[in-house]
């Protein structure tokens, strides 16, 4: 089986769509915010929280976010498109997440005010960024499902049995 198949297939439910929506959807809307408003939600937030060069890092995370999140949306690619969503949310958690956890500034990266810090603040404050975590690697694993791009195109790549 070819790289690109074992890639494209999937043998996960048709609920798999839901996930996809949920998660693609998201995606695809946070990425397109980030270009629409820069100073609050892309180079300027970035900035703020002390990720290195914002003006470079703000359009790539954004062009990242709505292209992957219209992959998943399309189930296309699905596999492939998870991976940067996984690391964009790991990036997340580790900037702005341990910051509140411990409640201070961390490697550099600020700490914004909250009415409180510790584990709960900071789970509180990451439950979209773990539930876009676990979404995109329950797709990396799983795949699209049937109503996907992918199936469609992992059905025309296997042999014809005649």
């Known amino acids: 089986m070819s790289m690109i198949r074992r890639t494209l ?6 609920a798999n769509l839901l996930i996809r929506l949920m ?12 270009f629409l408003y820069p100073a609050d939600l892309g180079s300027g ?6 990720i290195p060069a ?3 890092f703000g359009p790539f995370v954004g062009f990242f976010e709505t292209a992957c999140g219209l992959l998943l949306l399309a189930g296309l690619f699905t596999r492939i498109a998870a991976v940067p969503l996984i690391v964009t949310m790991l990036v997340a958690l580790f900037t702005v ?5 411990i409640g201070a500034e961390f490697m550099g990266f600020s700490l914004r005010p909250l009415p409180r810090y510790g584990f709960l603040s900071m789970m509180h404050e990451s439950r979209n960024d773990i539930a876009m975590l676990f979404g995109s690697l329950f797709l990396l694993i799983t795949g699209a499902g049937p109503w996907s791009a ?3 195109l992992s059905a025309r790549s296997r042999p014809n049995p005649s």
């Open 23 to 34: 998660v693609g959807g998201i995606f695809f809307f946070e990425g397109i915010q980030k």
């Open 9 to 14: 297939d999937t043998h996960a439910p048709a």
């Open 150 to 152: 992918d199936a469609r």
């Open 54 to 56: 914002p003006e470079f």
């Open 45 to 50: 937030r970035f900035a703020k929280i002390g």
């Open 97 to 101: 997440k341990i910051p509140i956890l």
